[in-house]
C-alpha cells in the first residue's frame, strides 16, 4: 500500500504540482520510493513462492495489461 500511494503522489504531482517548486521536489521524492519498494516485494514474492514459473507468468501476464 505503501508503494502504490507513492506512486500515485508521484504521478499526481507530475501533473498537478508546477515543477519550480520546493513542494514539487518534496513529493517528487516521496514518489521516488515506489519503484524499490516494489522491486523489493517482487523479489521476496519470488523467493518465498513454492512455483517460480508460475509467479514469473503471472508478473508477465500482469506486465501486460
Same mark, same amino acid.
Given at each position: ?23 514539487y521536489v ?26 517460480? &514459473? &508460475?509467479?514469473? &507468468?503471472?508478473?508477465?501476464i500482469l506486465?501486460?495489461l
Amino acid at each position: 500500500m505503501i508503494a502504490v500511494m507513492a506512486m500515485i503522489v508521484d504521478h499526481t504531482t507530475f501533473w498537478l504540482v508546477p515543477s519550480d517548486t520546493l513542494f514539487y521536489v518534496i513529493l517528487r521524492m516521496i514518489g521516488r520510493l515506489a519503484a524499490p519498494i516494489m522491486c523489493y516485494l517482487i523479489s521476496e514474492g519470488y523467493f518465498h513462492t513454492s512455483n517460480k &514459473k &508460475k509467479y514469473l &507468468k503471472r508478473l508477465f501476464i500482469l506486465n501486460d495489461l
